[in-house]
């Protein structure tokens, strides 16, 4: 890629996709041109391009303009860089672009041919959607039209690009989509704010209007960190939520779907995550380098390593775990049995498109739409 990117998940986004349909995915990213590079190493300058790289050799196919660093006063918000996957249409993958979280953000939408197809910025009418995005992207269709909308964070687009709503909350470090409690109808959207809330700063969204359906009601600070979403614990239906402040802050909160608080203790760390893993239903849960099952009973171990991807690859509806060590990739897979039959997961249009944007910023396993 040269000397015109930085390493790190704001400054290099990757998304690998079969965009045109050929049946082979192309790989998208960032780069640049030449060799920019402050003493720092920091890049600052230069020409930006979203990069097509064929998914076989690795041949550069296309370049593409990057959306611009103008309207950004900072060097950190203007590198927060971002990509994603959504239907608009209903029927095929687009690609889409963002730049910005905590400031302005922009959008640049393409078609599967690679045409511009529509393009959005947080300023003038849409001003007060600025600092509203999370570390990551959500599509997914919440109003039942066949088309994906765009979650930015605390604010939503629609498949063609308008404004659709937005909390007003702020930037939000955990973020899901999911369809939390099997009691309400549609999709729901978990809350972790970054910026200091006098209440619901962790709360369930109705995805549809971004209005709360419930929050915790008192004061937060800093809520860092992915959190953790999954329905953990049999007796309470749906999906629960867990979110804790960083250091000085107030504690952790565990939810279930309906906004009961079932506890406040510490999972272990503040970006557990859930997993389809034994042959029930409930997932599991990864704490550190062990896995387990709800309350704290210790089901299985993984060597010192970082998750990097949690998926049902393999296709019998539990999910598989990708780590990093040194030198080498490992895929992790369950060893117990199920009498339980399931669609592959991947067939769910949320889960398939929080699979690909699994490869850039915050590493959020991607959930259920139904």
């Known amino acids: 890629m040269g000397w015109a990117i930085e390493e790190g998940i704001w400054y290099s986004p990757v998304i690998v996709c079969d965009l045109d349909g050929d049946g082979i995915a192309e790989v998208f990213c960032k780069g640049g041109d030449g060799d920019p590079r402050e003493p720092t190493g920091h890049v600052r300058t230069g020409a930006e391009w979203l990069v097509v790289l064929d998914g076989r050799t690795g041949k550069v196919k296309q370049r593409l303009p990057w959306p611009s660093r103008d309207g950004f006063d900072d060097y950190n918000y203007s590198s927060r860089n971002l990509m994603g996957v959504a239907y608009l249409d209903g029927k095929r993958p687009h690609l889409v672009v963002v730049r910005g979280t905590y400031r302005i953000i922009k959008v640049q939408a393409y078609t599967p041919e690679l045409k511009p197809l529509w393009y959005w910025e947080a300023s003038g009418a849409d001003e007060s959607y600025r600092g509203q995005g ?3 992207l959500h599509a997914v269709d919440v109003n039942g039209d066949g088309k ?22 702020g930037h939000p470090d955990v973020c899901y989509v999911a369809d939390f409690d099997p009691q309400r109808p549609g999709l ?9 809330q006098p209440r619901g700063g962790v709360a369930l969204h109705d995805a549809r209007t971004g209005a709360e359906i419930w929050g915790n009601p008192e004061k937060t600070v800093h809520v860092h960190s992915q959190g ?22 107030t504690g ?8 009961k608080l079932i506890n406040r203790e510490d999972l272990g760390e503040l970006a557990p995550k859930a997993l389809f893993w034994l042959g029930g239903t409930t997932k599991m849960y990864v704490s550190g380098k062990k896995i387990y099952q709800w309350p704290k009973k210790e089901v299985g171990q993984l060597p010192s390593s970082r998750i990097v991807a949690i998926a049902d690859f393999l296709g019998d509806w ?14 992790y897979t369950t060893t ?8 592959w997961l991947m067939e769910d249009p949320l889960y398939r498109n929080d699979v690909t944007t699994q490869t850039m910023g915050y590493f959020y396993p991607p959930q ?3």
């Open 188 to 196: 729901e959207i978990f809350y972790g704010l970054e910026k200091g």
């Open 252 to 259: 952790w909160w565990l939810y279930s779907a309906s906004g």
């Open 148 to 169: 994906d909308e765009i979650i930015l964070g605390s604010a939503a687009l629609t498949h063609a690009g308008k404004p659709l709503w937005n909390t007003k909350k």
């Open 134 to 136: 999370m570390h990551g």
């Open 336 to 343: 117990a049995p199920t009498e339980i039959s399931r669609p």
């Open 318 to 331: 539990r999910e598989e775990m990708i780590v990093a060590m040194d030198g080498e990739l490992r895929i």
């Open 368 to 370: 259920l739409s139904k």
């Open 228 to 249: 953790m979403v999954g329905d953990i614990i049999p007796d309470e239906p749906g999906i629960e939520c867990y979110a804790g402040e960083s250091k000085g802050g």
